[in-house]
């Protein structure tokens, strides 16, 4: 086995694999942001509430939540081109679906197909990249994965603006189309299987367990978000259902023989800092570039075109950033690059909360460019050196675990923003004589999104505590192999 490990890695054609993954899953990370700038629209277009167009990221995630955990089991039943190919086969067929989508119900379903695509290439991205890639080489490799799945944010709500102006929303999604037919057919002629099949026993009661478990708390998170609110019985039932199923799941996994994830990966401490690192960064991430161009077009009346613009300089210089970082990584370790990039975040975020509606465009643009470079210097130094500290069998946990908690982590996000947002704005328009005032309704939303900003900057300063628990991990290619 040990001399396997070691000669493999050389017969990899690593660049044609590499493009392969990568434009998969640009475009699967265009059409997830894309859609943020298009809600605004939607909303008018579909005639629904901000809180049911919500709901188009919930499923998303939610799908993501209930198939990511299932990855790592998939890694090892299928091979490598089964699942890219099963994977791009979802995802072009959820986005021909949502291209032609007449309604909302059948925009949600082609959300839930196009996830499915994602939930396979995600965990499948990284755990390639971990496999044909040495260890000291992989800073720069996952910088420029960073790159990838940052830019494609980054440009997605501009590309969409864009397009709803000039032609309509259905346009986000033709617009991918072409390019993961490419993914599709490159995959088809280059890639290899990097990960051997040892098909695993299935074991339904695990795979129920964590679908009950990450999807109630997904779902119970993301309906407090919506007009419910925290004290509805569906938030209380479904909250408790998932957290309950999840320690059921955890003790399942941990007295198996061949458990579906293997949760001993938490043994490795390093693992768990940058498990926590990039659950808190997703919750940041994802609330900010949810509350953001929302803000935009309905607190500052920009149209959805120029509240992309906005925000693409701070995506271009994140994903700029990502690469460079990734060197960085690969010289100095996480410590240096992680604690100032969570301060860059907290000190952006306390500024966010000041944010009024005679805010400037060059105070936007300036707050989130900042924004962006913090995260760039947070995220993937410290899931990097957590994954580093992994024995090589423990790879295909490691990223279903670290891709699961990210998708909950997003949800969770997103929630609470919205949830503090909404609560935040009624909580204002209480104190005002006349509610039906447009000054006071922009003056109250603006209150709830100042709020919003303000727990991001809360789980930012939690962050920094935590980063000071960071180590660099030193990968040598003998313990790896003896640990395989």
């Not at 994903?319 to 975040?345: A, E, H, N």
């Not at 699961?404 to 909404?422: C, D, E, H, R």
């Not at 991990?473 to 003998?478: A, G």
């Amino acid at each position: 086995m040990t001399g396997k490990g070691q000669t493999e890695p050389r017969k990899f054609k690593t660049l044609p694999i590499l493009v392969s993954l990568l434009l998969a899953g640009f475009i699967g990370m265009f059409s997830e942001t894309a859609l943020n700038v298009a809600l605004s629209d939607l909303m008018n277009v579909l005639q629904i509430t901000p809180t049911t167009a919500q709901w188009l990221t919930t499923a998303y995630l939610l799908t993501l939540g209930i198939l990511v955990p299932i990855s790592g089991l998939l890694l090892q039943w299928f091979s490598t081109r089964q699942l890219f190919i099963a994977a791009l086969c979802f995802s072009i067929a959820g986005t021909f679906l949502a291209a032609m989508a007449p309604n909302f119900e059948f925009l949600l379903t082609a959300r839930v197909v196009q996830a499915m695509g994602t939930a396979l290439l995600l965990p499948l991205m990284f755990n390639t990249i971990l496999v044909i890639i040495p260890p000291e080489k992989r800073g720069a490799a996952m910088g420029l994965i960073g790159l990838v799945i940052m830019v494609a944010p980054a440009i997605g709500p501009t590309i969409a603006g864009l397009l709803i102006e000039s032609l309509s929303w259905h346009w986000i999604f033709w617009l991918s189309l072409p390019f993961l037919v490419i993914a599709l057919f490159s995959g088809i002629f280059f890639m290899q299987n990097v990960t051997e099949v040892t098909k695993p026993k299935i074991d339904i009661l695990s795979i129920i367990l964590s679908s009950l478990g990450f999807g109630g708390i997904v779902y119970g998170f993301s309906s407090a978000g919506e007009a419910e609110g925290w004290g509805s019985p569906k938030v209380i039932i479904a909250i408790a259902i998932g957290v309950i199923a999840l320690v059921l799941f955890c003790i399942r996994q941990m007295t198996m023989k061949q458990p579906m994830i293997n949760l001993r990966a938490f043994k490795f401490p390093m693992f768990v800092v940058g498990v926590l690192m990039v659950f808190i960064c997703m919750m940041v991430i994802l609330s900010s570039m949810l509350i953001l161009p929302m803000y935009l077009q309905q607190g500052q009346g920009y149209t959805a075109f120029k509240a992309g613009l906005l925000l693409l300089p701070g995506g271009i210089i994140n994903g700029l950033m990502s690469p460079l970082m990734g060197r960085l990584f690969d010289k100095y370790g996480p410590k240096w690059l992680v604690i100032p990039g969570l301060v860059l975040v907290a000190v952006s975020l306390w500024f966010f909360s000041s944010i009024t509606a005679t805010s400037t465009v060059i105070f936007v643009i300036v707050l989130h460019s900042v924004l962006m470079i913090g995260i760039s210097m947070i995220m993937m130094p410290a899931q990097t050196n957590g994954i580093n500290q992994l024995p090589l069998e423990y790879y295909p946990d490691g990223t279903a675990i670290m891709n699961t908690l990210q998708q909950v982590a997003g949800a969770i996000g997103t929630a609470l923003a919205v949830s503090i947002m909404t609560s935040g704005t009624k909580s204002y328009m209480k104190t005002v004589t006349d509610p039906a005032d447009p000054l006071n309704v922009g003056a109250a939303f603006t209150h709830g999104v100042q709020n919003a900003f303000i727990f991001g900057m809360v789980m930012a300063i939690i962050g920094l505590v935590v980063a000071f628990f960071l180590k660099r991990v030193i990968v040598s290619h003998k313990t790896q192999a003896s640990m395989h």
